[in-house]
């Protein structure tokens, strides 16, 4: 039987992501709350380093609503250093067994490019989602790994190392070749077993303000894939470079964008501030009543 591609019915985007023998679905956009236990985050670097300020502050994301809590140990802003291996899983296994205890059905994501990481995070707190924002460039061991760990797997676009990826970006078209980049890790996965695959673009991640911008006018292409969308802008240099201020100041960009993300077809938004991602997510699916 030939099939229109512009049948719909026959080409439903994937909308369910496995977790701990569950099916969570992003039929209404997840919002993914960030909790960064580093002393040199770019926006919150330091605030949630002490564990029980971390456990605090992850219990009033889940009240405000939070689907998913991102748990990172090792800042990648740009011109990071890398900690050890062992010093992010010193930072991460407290905190996720704290988490774990009081919250045992809460969704969990670590952010980490580290394959022995994800493996021991694993092994100890059970099912996370491992967001990595090298798509497996910087341990080519990652999607091994996550093929036989059977958990899901952001899989983001990154061009250089967080030491040099802000050292002049160049991309001759910035759109094609992200998606060129995610396209190839998406069959590697895939050949791997792998069926839980978020994508994620990389806002901010070795791209210039324009390329930013660019990318993010085109993100309804990200479609292509059929898979859940991730966009993180929260708070970032985007924002706050073009509107003439600072993290501190770049809520409301970032609210602006993310209503943007969610009409190009976003699955998850991944912030600093749930209140706002919720009433976004919130109005964006009074407004989809509508429009069917």
């Known amino acids: 039987m030939i099939v229109n591609p512009k049948d719909k019915k026959y080409f439903k985007p994937k ?12 039929d ?19 605030h949630f380093f002490d564990i029980d300020n971390a456990v605090e502050h992850a219990v009033l994301m889940i009240e405000q609503g939070a689907d998913i809590i991102d748990v990172g140990a090792c800042s990648t802003r740009p011109g990071a250093d890398l900690l050890s291996a ?5 930072r991460l296994l407290p905190v996720l067994r704290a988490l774990r205890e009081k919250f045992p059905d809460i969704v969990l994501s670590i952010d980490t490019f580290r394959a022995d990481v994800a493996e021991t995070v694993v092994n100890e707190i059970g099912d996370v989602i491992i967001n990595d ?10 999607f091994a790994t996550v093929a036989k760990l059977k958990v899901p797997y952001v899989l983001m676009h990154m061009q250089g190392t967080p030491q040099n990826m802000q050292t002049n970006p160049s ?29 994620d673009p990389g806002f901010g991640f070795g791209k210039t303000l324009e390329h930013n911008y660019e990318l993010f006018n085109h993100l309804d292409t990200f479609r292509f894939f059929e898979l859940p969308l991730l966009v993180g802008v929260s ?5 706050y470079k073009l509107l003439g201020h600072d993290s501190q100041n770049s809520l409301n960009g970032t609210t602006v964008l993310n209503t943007l ?14 209140v706002a991602a919720v009433e976004a997510v919130s109005i964006f699916e009074k407004l989809k009543e509508f429009a069917q």
């Open 15 to 26: 909308n369910t992501i496995r977790y701990k023998g569950q099916l969570l679905t992003t």
């Open 28 to 46: 209404r956009a997840l919002v993914m709350g960030i909790l960064n236990i580093t002393p040199d985050s770019f926006f919150d670097g330091g």
């Open 86 to 90: 062992k010093i992010e899983l010193d």
């Open 133 to 142: 924002i090298s798509g497996g460039r910087l341990d080519e061991k990652m």
């Open 171 to 199: 991309y001759s078209n910035v759109t094609k070749e992200v998606i060129k980049t995610l396209s190839e890790g998406v069959y590697r996965l895939h050949e791997l077993g792998v069926s839980d695959v978020i994508i």
């Open 235 to 239: 708070r970032k240099s985007m924002i």
């Open 261 to 274: 993300a969610l009409q190009a077809g976003a699955s998850i938004l991944r912030v600093h501030d749930v």
